[in-house]
């Protein structure tokens, strides 16, 4: 991987890079990760302005051997999308209709999409085994609440 990169950047800055100065590189940079490797060329290819020397290599790698993982959430559905199927069954229960009937009229059925979203939403929850004996319950005071909101 080395000699492929030293190659690519001698091509790319228009050096000459004779074997002694490749076995330069090759020996200094062998007990280095392919990310922090990887990660070094890359940055010297589009930061450098001449072929970089070795210290300069040493500059651009990160201390990191591997890549530091990030988890970000990527959702391939909406979140109401998750609950919509509990949501339904919540609909039909406290109201006596589809949600698709509710959904037809939000500005008007705001306040029962809220309440379904909001039962099916916990009915999702205890389906994957979470305990929701602490989270906010409904009562009187959120029905106010969502009466504020949603006219």
Partial sequence: MILGWLKKLADHFGAELTEDQAEVYVRALAKDSDYQLETAFNRCLNECEFMPKLRQVHEKMPEEREEIKVWYPKPDLPT????????????????????????????????????????????????????????????????????????
């Fill in 80 to 151: 109401l999308d998750y609950v919509r199927p509990y949501a339904k069954v919540a609909a039909e229960q406290i109201f006596g209709t589809s949600l698709e009937n509710l959904e037809q009229d939000p500005f008007t059925n705001g306040p029962k999409l809220m309440k379904a979203f909001f039962f099916g939403s916990r009915a999702r929850a205890h389906h994957m085994g979470m305990d929701t004996s602490t989270w906010p319950q409904w009562d009187s005071s959120m029905e106010r609440l969502i009466t504020k909101i949603v006219p």
